[in-house]
C-alpha cells in the first residue's frame, strides 16, 4: 500500500514537473511569435516606405533624364557653332549638362541601392511570416498537450485502468477546440482586422486628397472606404452565425438551413439546392443544434476538400425521426483509406453515435459523395 502512494506521489510529481515545463516551453513560443510579428509590422511599413522612394526615384529619375537629353542637344549645338557663343556661355552649357548628368546617375544609384533594400525586406518578410506559422502551429500542438496534462491527468491514479480510451477522446476534443480556436483567429485576422485597418489607412488619405484632388476625388475615397467598412460588417456577421446562428432559436431548423446555405452558396460562387419533405417541425434544441451542424460540416468538406460545384441537401423531417442526404458532385475520395478521414468525418460519427443515430458515407474518388443520416427523434 505504501509502495502505491509512493508511486503515486512520484508519478503526480513527474506529472507537475512536465507541466512547469511545457507551460515555460509554450510562453517562450508564444514570445518568439510575438516578437516575429511585430517585427514584421515594422519590416511591412518599412517596405511600404521603401517601395513609394522607389516609385518616386524612378519618376524623378525618368524626368532628369528628359533634362539631360535636351541637355546634351544644347550642348552639341553650342559645339558645333561655338563662334556664335562666348566662352562663359560654351562653360555655363558644359557644366549644366555635366551637373545634370551627376544628379542623373547619384539618382540611379540611389534607385538601384533601394530597390535591393526591397528584396531584401521582401524575403525577411517571407521568412518571418513563415516563422510566425510555425509558432502557431507548435503552440496550438503544445496547448492540446497542456491541457490534456492539466485537465485529463488530475486524478490519474485512479485513471490508468482507462487511460488510452481517455487520451484518444481527450486529445480529439481539445485538438477541435484549439483548431476552432487558431480558425477563429485566422479569420478575425484576415478578414475584419486586416479590412478595418486598410480602412484606417484609406481614411488617412481622405483629407490629403480633398486637398490636393478636390471634392469629387474625397467623394470617391469616402464611397470605397464605406464599401470596405460594409464588407468587414458582412465578415463580422458570419463568423458569429458560424458560431451559433441566432435563428435556429427563433425560426428553427428549416429557415435556419435556407438561410445558411443561400450565404454558402453566394460566398463560394457554386449551386446549392434544398428539398425539404413533409412538414416543417420544431425540435427540442439539441435535435436542432445537432441536425444543422451536421449539414454544416457535410457541406462545408464539399465546398473546401470536394471542390463542388452543386450540393443537393434533402431533409425529412418526422414525428420520431429525421433523414438527411447530402449529396455533391466533389472529387470524391475513398471512405476505407484512413488517410482520408478527417477529424470532421470523426466529429460527424460521434455526434450521430451520440444521438444513437446512424451515417452512411458512400463516395469514391472521381464519384462525388452521398452522406446519409439518419437521427431518431424523442418527442
Not at 107 to 130: A, G
Not at 233 to 260: F, N, Q, S
Not at 289 to 312: C, G, M, P, T
Amino acid at each position: 500500500m505504501s509502495e502505491k502512494k509512493f508511486g503515486d506521489k512520484a508519478l503526480d510529481h513527474i506529472i507537475h514537473e512536465m507541466v512547469d515545463t511545457v507551460t515555460n516551453s509554450k510562453d517562450e513560443i508564444f514570445q518568439i511569435g510575438e516578437e516575429s510579428r511585430n517585427e514584421y509590422e515594422k519590416l511591412d511599413k518599412e517596405l511600404k516606405e521603401t517601395k513609394r522612394e522607389v516609385c518616386s526615384l524612378i519618376d524623378e529619375g525618368d524626368k532628369l533624364e528628359q533634362k539631360v537629353r535636351f541637355s546634351r542637344m544644347r550642348l552639341s549645338e553650342v559645339s558645333k557653332q561655338f563662334q556664335k557663343y562666348s566662352e562663359d556661355e560654351i562653360r555655363k552649357v558644359y557644366e549644366q549638362t555635366h551637373g545634370l548628368q551627376m544628379d542623373l546617375s547619384m539618382k540611379r544609384e540611389k534607385e538601384k541601392q533601394l530597390r535591393n533594400r526591397r528584396d531584401d525586406l521582401e524575403r525577411r518578410l517571407r521568412n518571418l511570416d513563415e516563422t510566425i506559422g510555425r509558432a502557431e502551429a507548435l503552440g496550438g500542438k503544445i496547448s492540446v498537450v497542456l491541457n490534456y496534462l492539466t485537465e485529463d491527468f488530475k486524478h490519474v491514479t485512479d485513471a490508468l485502468e482507462d487511460a488510452k480510451e481517455k487520451q484518444q477522446f481527450g486529445l480529439q476534443i481539445i485538438e477541435a477546440q484549439e483548431e476552432e480556436r487558431r480558425r477563429l483567429s485566422r479569420e478575425i485576422h484576415d478578414g475584419p482586422a486586416q479590412m478595418l485597418a486598410n480602412v484606417m489607412l484609406r481614411s488617412d488619405l481622405v483629407d490629403r486628397i480633398y486637398r490636393e484632388r478636390g471634392v469629387e476625388e474625397a467623394m470617391k475615397e469616402i464611397r470605397s472606404v464605406r464599401t470596405m467598412v460594409r464588407s468587414a460588417l458582412y465578415e463580422v456577421r458570419r463568423i458569429i452565425y458560424d458560431l451559433r446562428p441566432m435563428a435556429l432559436d427563433d425560426l428553427g431548423i428549416i429557415p435556419t438551413l435556407k438561410k445558411y446555405l443561400a450565404t454558402v452558396e453566394d460566398y463560394n460562387d457554386l449551386e446549392i439546392s434544398f428539398t425539404l419533405f413533409g412538414e416543417e417541425r420544431r425540435f427540442e434544441s439539441k435535435f436542432e443544434v445537432a441536425l444543422f451542424r451536421l449539414i454544416q460540416e457535410a457541406v462545408q468538406n464539399a465546398v473546401k476538400h470536394a471542390s463542388a460545384s452543386l450540393i443537393q441537401v434533402k431533409t425529412e423531417l418526422k414525428a420520431g425521426s429525421a433523414m438527411i442526404i447530402i449529396k455533391d458532385d466533389g472529387k470524391g475520395f475513398d471512405p476505407k483509406s484512413k488517410k482520408d478521414k478527417s477529424f470532421g468525418l470523426v466529429g460527424m460519427r460521434e455526434r450521430v453515435d451520440m444521438l444513437d443515430g446512424d451515417l452512411t458515407i458512400d463516395s469514391s474518388p472521381g464519384e462525388g459523395t452521398i452522406v446519409t443520416i439518419h437521427i431518431p427523434i424523442n418527442s
